[in-house]
């Protein structure tokens, strides 16, 4: 699954509209709106009940300006909704369905950190569905329900 990147780096072309890192990657397009610790945890939190300014700010110990900057980026990048809250006096994010999208995303890398980034034994959140059961590990599959893997896929540039 790797592809070739170009040298360019994400930035603001002539026009405003955002140049890719990588403009033919569907990867790299998803790094450059979502990819960053900050912007992934914000996410994770919403789909855990995160809403408020503040549920984010106690939840990830984020400083206040970066998560600003971070929530005004995934609203602009359409993977969170802002509304004022009917309060009036707050404002309150939800996930878009690009938001909920990443549902899949976070799951993948919640099993690879409960593989990978703690030791044998090591105590650790767990993600559980309806019925109180942990989520099986995601398999991708192939077109014909066989595992697909690094060694069965490639890369097919258009």
């Given at each position: 699954?790797?592809?070739?990147?170009?040298?360019?780096?994400?930035?603001?072309?002539?026009?405003?509209?955002?140049?890719?890192?990588?403009?033919?990657?569907?990867?790299?397009?998803?790094?450059?709106?979502?990819?960053?610790?900050?912007?992934?945890?914000?996410?994770?939190?919403?789909?855990?009940?995160?809403?408020?300014?503040?549920?984010?700010?106690?939840?990830?110990?984020?400083?206040?300006?970066?998560?600003?900057?971070?929530?005004?980026?995934?609203?602009?990048?359409?993977?969170?909704?802002?509304?004022?809250?009917?309060?009036?006096?707050?404002?309150?994010?939800?996930?878009?369905?690009?938001?909920?999208?990443?549902?899949?995303?976070?799951?993948?890398?919640?099993?690879?950190g409960e593989r990978h980034a703690f030791s044998p034994g090591e105590d650790h959140s767990?993600?559980?569905?309806?019925?109180?059961?942990?989520?099986?590990?995601?398999?991708?599959?192939?077109?014909?329900?066989?595992?697909?893997?690094?060694?069965?896929?490639?890369?097919?540039?258009?």
């Open positions: 699954m790797v592809s070739k990147s170009n040298s360019s780096r994400r930035r603001a072309s002539v026009d405003g509209t955002p140049a890719w890192t990588d403009p033919s990657c569907p990867v790299a397009r998803t790094l450059d709106l979502v990819g960053d610790r900050w912007s992934l945890l914000i996410v994770r939190d919403a789909m855990d009940g995160a809403r408020s300014f503040t549920d984010f700010q106690q939840r990830t110990g984020i400083a206040r300006n970066i998560l600003t900057d971070r929530l005004r980026r995934l609203v602009e990048r359409g993977v969170l909704d802002r509304q004022t809250a009917e309060s009036g006096k707050r404002q309150v994010y939800s996930l878009t369905p690009a938001g909920r999208d990443l549902f899949t995303v976070v799951v993948a890398l919640r099993q690879w767990v993600l559980v569905d309806a019925t109180g059961q942990p989520i099986p590990p995601l398999k991708p599959v192939a077109a014909n329900g066989a595992a697909a893997d690094v060694e069965t896929t490639s890369v097919r540039k258009h």
